[in-house]
């Protein structure tokens, strides 16, 4: 095996799903769906808040930001998973891993963020509706964007700085279908004390402290709800507050349940499927949660498709 100066090893095998064999194609057919349906999905929530004038406000500009995120998180280890399906072949190059590994993280980091700032928006157009326009303005709404950014590129460099400066000897195999940061530190023959104190401390930044804050904004809102009489106003921005809620509880659970309540040795497979749900069936299902039980978003697909923008020339 080739040889260089970070590792002596020039690439991983990444064992993929634990499926049975003589059903892959099934798995393969499913999972290129669940990945087109996220695509095309949040490609349509996106296309339909760009064109649609009553949906430029703080709300839909955070959730296209999010649909632009998810697609990007999924495309991330799904199209590398499809093709390892599709050719039998498992192997991923060094570099190939460790860019694979930055943008995972950088994605799920800005996801975490993307939430937060969602939830923000919703806490003051309940809490404080008299003054949403004014706290939620065009410049806040553009820092709030551009602060997360920012925090997930800084999270996301340094773990995967901190990454290259391990060396792996002997078993390259990963048992997961992309290069998740746990695994590669478990295949590390170097002391990985610093990595793991960092993921500590910067997991407390980037999912710890957003979880508080999106509980907190919605500790408010449930306060709010009960002392105010409900205006019509509230309770158009409490339908986006259960779609919200979706959201965060699917995507956080997910991993809560993983990193926090970790997997055994002995039962990677658990590890695997639950990091199923947050990569590829959370992003595939932001669209639907957001378009069904909202009415603003399925207003402004009925006035897209009155328009005949699908029909031919």
Not at 103 to 120: H, V
Not at 206 to 217: E, R, Y
């Amino acid at each position: 095996m080739k040889k260089d100066n970070q590792s002596s090893v020039s690439e991983f095998l990444l064992l993929g799903l634990p499926m049975w064999t003589e059903k892959q194609g099934i798995y393969y057919t499913l999972f290129l769906a669940m990945y087109l349906t996220t695509v095309l999905g949040n490609l349509l929530t996106m296309l339909l808040i760009r064109l649609d004038s009553r949906l430029h406000t703080p709300m839909y500009f955070f959730l296209s930001h999010l649909a632009f995120t998810d697609i990007s998180f999924s495309s991330v280890t799904a199209p590398k998973m499809l093709m390892n399906m599709q050719t039998q072949s498992q192997s991923i190059s060094y570099a190939g891993c460790i860019s694979q590994l930055y943008f995972f993280l950088f994605w799920g980091d800005l996801d975490n963020f993307l939430l937060t700032s969602m939830a923000y928006d919703r806490y003051v157009a309940i809490c404080h509706p008299l003054h949403y326009t004014t706290i939620m303005s065009q410049n806040l709404c553009l820092l709030l964007v551009i602060v997360s950014w920012l925090l997930s590129c800084a999270s996301a460099l340094l773990h995967t700085l901190l990454l290259t400066r391990l060396s792996f000897r002997g078993d390259n195999a990963l048992p997961h279908f992309f290069c998740d940061l746990s695994a590669l530190l478990k295949l590390s023959s170097s002391d990985t004390t610093v990595n793991e104190l960092v993921i500590f401390t910067v997991g407390v930044v980037v999912i710890t402290l957003p979880l508080i804050c999106i509980l907190v904004s919605y500790g408010h809102i449930g306060a709010t709800i009960l002392k105010v009489p409900l205006t019509k106003g509230i309770c158009k921005a409490l339908s986006t507050c259960c779609s919200h809620l979706s959201v965060v509880s699917l995507y956080y659970g997910a991993i809560i349940g993983l990193y926090f309540f970790p997997s055994s040795d002995n039962s990677n497979d658990k590890h695997v499927i639950v990091a199923v749900l947050y990569t590829l069936v959370t992003p595939m299902l932001n669209p639907f949660i957001y378009s069904l039980r909202n009415q603003d978003m399925k207003g402004a697909l009925g006035h897209l498709l009155n328009k005949g923008l699908f029909s031919p020339c």
